[in-house]
């Protein structure tokens, strides 16, 4: 009789002991998961919060390209074009510039950076060769981070290029200029050649001035 009772107080604190065993692997795993989807949470929240621009202005040079992180953002814009023509037809002002300086600031939790930029042939608008004018675009570089849009980088000092342009009417930038498309009416010249904006359409790729149809 004492043996048997002496079996059942075993079993008992067996399962107790296995109760235990299963509520503390529980636990551990409600813990783990709980730290697991909080680290998840605040890696989320970190990436989030690459994009709340602070207020420190920055001027780019290309050195930075070596250690700076990229952020891309991606949008619909409000005019496309699928060909020189209609870019030809939409511009206000189409030119080749050489960037003299370009500056990054924030306006309103979004990075803009404008340049100047020394106008060296006009092709079409009321502006004149050797003026400079002010160009406004999305994006720019701001405390080691560069901020793209699909994938488009803004003016650097130095760089020339052919612009597609209209006036800029807005709170941003005054008496500036923007892009035709955002990025699609910006053709960079390097070496000879120019590079089309990244994403275009395939009427807007060209690698020469004559592609433009600027005569």
């Known amino acids: 009789m004492d043996d048997m009772s002496s079996c059942k107080k075993e079993m008992g604190r067996t399962k107790n002991e296995m109760k235990n065993n299963r509520q503390f692997i529980l636990s551990t795993l409600i813990v783990g998961f709980l730290f697991g989807g909080g680290y998840l949470f605040l890696d989320s929240y970190k990436i989030q919060t690459i994009r709340a621009y602070d207020q420190t202005s920055h001027k780019p040079a290309k050195s930075d390209k070596q250690t700076i992180k990229k952020v891309d953002v991606s949008g619909e814009v409000v005019e496309d074009f699928d060909s020189i ?7 206000e002002v189409i030119a080749k510039v050489e960037i003299n300086v370009s500056e990054s600031f924030q306006y309103k939790n979004v990075v803009f950076t404008l340049s100047d930029a020394k106008v060296k042939q006009v092709y079409k608008g009321d502006v004149e060769p050797e003026n400079v004018i002010k160009i406004l675009e999305t994006g720019g570089y701001k405390d080691g981070t560069e901020y793209t849009f699909e994938g488009n980088e803004v ?8 612009v597609y342009l209209e006036k800029y009417e807005g709170p941003v930038a005054k008496d500036a200029y923007v892009i035709k498309g955002v990025y699609q009416g910006k053709f960079l010249e390097e070496e000879g050649e120019l590079q089309s904006p990244n994403g275009v359409a395939k009427g807007l790729q060209v690698n020469n001035e004559s592609q433009l149809q600027l005569d």
């Open 155 to 162: 003016f650097e000092t130095g760089e020339k290029a052919y």
């Open 85 to 91: 023509q209609k870019l030809n037809e939409s511009a």
